[in-house]
């Protein structure tokens, strides 16, 4: 390969949509969808990254429509085993950082990027919910579990307890995901065409998302209704 042919393959890489989980997966592969789920649970600038969709469709990625539907073929195995483990890492690299650098972690001007309301939703979800069940239900929340790993640690989560349910937690998410996708790819194709799927992508992905929060959801709704039926009888 010469020079210009060189350059212009970088190029391309630098110019793939990071939001766009299909080209993601086309450009980068196994090994960068290892490094994105990496970067957005344990690097703070990585929480806007496509995580669910990019699971969803690496899983189809992996089924016997992935060149139709992706593009690519990506190792099942690889993905069950290393997805986990990058985001277990991750999570654990977040939890240590916070734990080390406390609130100046978090100390930063209000940005597009980075916003003060975000690290304190993810406080919220762990005090709401107590540091097992926000550690694991926060991976199926967007933003929440990027931001809630260094929350664990600046609010001084043990390590050994932070890890135990950051493994439940990641292979829950990224696992459960992958094999929806891998499971759902025969039957996606009988209505859509194989090559229309990536546009299809972010409802389903928004639907597991729904019925992985539904917990949270109607806990919420039972102590606003508590709270209704205290005051009306004050």
Request: charged share 15%; proline share 6%; net charge positive.
């Amino acid at each position: 390969m010469d020079t210009a042919e060189n350059t212009r393959a970088v190029a391309e890489h630098l110019a793939v949509n990071p939001l766009d989980p299909k080209a993601l997966i086309k450009t980068f592969g196994l090994i960068g969808i290892w490094a994105i789920l990496f970067a957005e649970t344990g690097l703070l600038l990585g929480f806007f990254l496509p995580g669910d969709s990019l699971l969803f469709l690496a899983g189809i990625g992996a089924s016997p429509i992935a060149q139709e539907a992706v593009g690519t073929t990506l190792s099942l195995p690889g993905l069950l085993i290393g997805a986990p483990l990058c985001a277990i890492i991750g999570a654990q690299l977040g939890h240590h950082l916070g734990f080390r650098y406390g609130r100046r972690m978090f100390e930063r001007p209000e940005s597009r990027l980075f916003r003060a309301e975000y690290v304190e939703k993810a406080e919220f979800y762990f005090n709401k919910y107590g540091p097992a069940k926000a550690v694991v239900l926060a991976r199926f929340i967007p933003i929440v579990r990027t931001f809630l790993n260094p929350v664990a640690g600046m609010l001084h989560m043990p390590t050994r307890q932070f890890l135990l349910w950051n493994v439940v937690g990641a292979v829950l998410w990224t696992d459960g995901i992958i094999l929806a996708g891998y499971l759902l790819s025969g039957q996606i194709t009988k209505i859509i065409e194989p090559s229309e799927i990536d546009k299809f992508i972010l409802p389903a992905v928004a639907l597991i998302i729904i019925i992985s929060v539904a917990p949270i959801v109607i806990e919420i709704l039972k102590e606003r209704r508590q709270r209704r039926m205290i005051s009306n009888n004050s």
